[in-house]
């Protein structure tokens, strides 16, 4: 298959949500079932009614940070954004960050944050907007960064982070104990509700976790038309042995998986064992997947509606085991469905 053929055009009047659902389990969903080729529609909260005793929900608990600062340059002042993407080396307070205006920063520089109470200075070039910097501080970084960032929005949504975006750009599933490490959360998962989980477990439905750090791939598209020749960022990952035994009961007996946003789908498709189950495992995956695609693990899919032609939009149409990417954004149109990263949700089952 080509990207082309992945491709829409947003109409006048599509809507991108500025803002999540509140409850997030009222989000509508749009549901395809597999076999029967039909579409149905449905609010979020009533997926509880697709499992049954015995089912495994996969999540990704990894924890979003306020990632986006903004500084003055030294000299000039000029203002420049900060977006941090990955922590290379802690003791050194080392990292890897994408700059705004990339033209104004050049190695050398160092840009001041919080009325030049601490800086960062460039220490070498990744990429046209990506920069390793050294953070000048005493005290622990995080610290300030949790103090004056702000939740890294994607741009499109056009209003700037609020306080109130720090808990409804997290999900539920976030492990608190666990230092932030991500740049976005797995979006399919802001649905869930503590209520909503609840009600699940008390059904018989098990949760697993996986740990997927997601970073500068959120903002990655696809720049080749044969989709053979992309390479995706990689993600660091973790699948614990008692989470993967979690998803194993749930296989060998028959059970269906459900993996929840295409972190954990990348995540279990990257720890199959011989025997079709999952291995507990660690490390990074670059794994791209596009139609057609026979999934080893997960044979449900939670996501919501993504950008034209992205990896996360190929990697739902795999799900549908053909290209129905045309109808399914033609139906969401209509239906007037909210888009990305607060929209609404699909379930295919």
Same mark, same amino acid.
């Given at each position: 298959?080509?990207?082309?053929?992945?491709?829409?055009?947003?109409?006048?009047?599509?809507?991108?949500?500025?803002?999540?659902?509140?409850?997030?389990?009222?989000?509508?969903?749009? %549901?395809?079932?597999?076999?029967?080729?039909?579409?149905?529609?449905?609010?979020?909260?009533?997926?509880?009614?697709?499992?049954?005793?015995?089912?495994?929900?996969?999540?990704?608990?990894?924890?979003?940070?306020?990632?986006?600062?903004?500084?003055?340059?030294?000299?000039?002042?000029?203002?420049?954004?900060?977006?941090?993407?990955?922590?290379?080396?802690?003791?050194?307070?080392?990292?890897?960050?994408?700059?705004?205006?990339?033209?104004?920063?050049?190695?050398?520089?160092?840009?001041?944050?919080?009325?030049?109470?601490?800086?960062?200075?460039?220490?070498?070039?990744?990429?046209?907007?990506?920069?390793?910097?050294?953070?000048?501080?005493?005290?622990?970084?995080?610290?300030?960064?949790?103090?004056?960032?702000?939740?890294?929005?994607?741009?499109?949504?056009?209003?700037?982070?609020?306080?109130? !975006?720090?808990?409804?750009?997290?999900?539920?599933?976030?492990?608190?104990?666990?230092?932030?490490?991500?740049?976005?959360?797995?979006?399919?998962?802001?649905?869930?509700?503590?209520?909503?989980?609840?009600?699940?477990?008390?059904?018989?439905?098990?949760?697993?976790?996986?740990?997927?750090?997601?970073?500068?791939?959120?903002?990655?598209?696809?720049?080749?038309?044969?989709?053979?020749?992309?390479?995706?960022?990689?993600?660091?990952?973790?699948?614990?042995?008692?989470?993967?035994?979690?998803?194993?009961?749930?296989?060998?007996?028959?059970?269906?998986?459900?993996?929840?946003?295409?972190? %954990? %789908?990348?995540?279990?498709?990257?720890? %199959?064992?011989?025997?079709?189950?999952?291995?507990?495992?660690?490390?990074?995956?670059?794994?791209?997947?596009?139609?057609?695609?026979?999934?080893?693990?997960?044979?449900?899919?939670?996501?919501?509606?993504?950008?034209?032609?992205?990896?996360?939009?190929?990697?739902?149409?795999?799900?549908?085991?053909?290209?129905?990417?045309?109808?399914?954004?033609?139906?969401?149109?209509?239906?007037?469905?909210?888009?990305?990263?607060?929209? !609404?949700?699909?379930?295919?089952?």
């Amino acid at each position: 298959m080509k990207l082309s053929e992945f491709k829409f055009d947003l109409p006048k009047g599509a809507i991108i949500a500025q803002h999540p659902a509140e409850p997030r389990d009222s989000a509508k969903m749009m %549901v395809f079932n597999k076999e029967t080729r039909q579409y149905d529609h449905k609010i979020f909260r009533d997926i509880i009614n697709y499992f049954q005793k015995g089912d495994c929900i996969v999540v990704n608990d990894t924890r979003v940070f306020p990632a986006r600062l903004w500084g003055t340059k030294e000299k000039t002042n000029a203002e420049i954004e900060v977006m941090l993407l990955r922590e290379l080396r802690s003791t050194e307070k080392i990292w890897d960050v994408l700059v705004e205006p990339a033209r104004k920063v050049r190695i050398g520089n160092k840009i001041y944050f919080d009325n030049s109470r601490f800086y960062c200075e460039v220490i070498d070039n990744t990429t046209s907007r990506g920069r390793t910097v050294r953070f000048g501080l005493e005290g622990d970084l995080f610290d300030e960064i949790n103090s004056i960032g702000f939740m890294p929005l994607p741009d499109y949504i056009k209003r700037v982070a609020t306080e109130a !975006d720090k808990s409804s750009y997290q999900s539920v599933f976030a492990d608190l104990t666990r230092q932030p490490a991500s740049i976005a959360p797995p979006s399919a998962s802001l649905h869930f509700t503590n209520e909503l989980v609840e009600q699940l477990i008390q059904k018989g439905v098990k949760f697993a976790n996986v740990t997927v750090n997601i970073g500068q791939g959120i903002f990655e598209s696809i720049g080749v038309e044969d989709l053979t020749k992309h390479s995706m960022h990689s993600e660091y990952f973790e699948i614990s042995l008692k989470n993967a035994e979690i998803i194993n009961k749930s296989l060998k007996a028959g059970k269906r998986v459900c993996a929840v946003g295409a972190s %954990v %789908v990348r995540a279990l498709e990257s720890s %199959v064992l011989v025997s079709g189950t999952v291995k507990a495992n660690k490390g990074w995956t670059d794994r791209f997947i596009f139609p057609p695609n026979e999934f080893k693990i997960a044979n449900m899919y939670i996501s919501n509606f993504c950008p034209s032609a992205s990896p996360s939009l190929l990697l739902a149409a795999s799900f549908m085991e053909e290209n129905c990417v045309p109808d399914m954004m033609k139906l969401a149109f209509e239906k007037k469905y909210r888009l990305y990263a607060y929209g !609404d949700a699909i379930l295919i089952h």
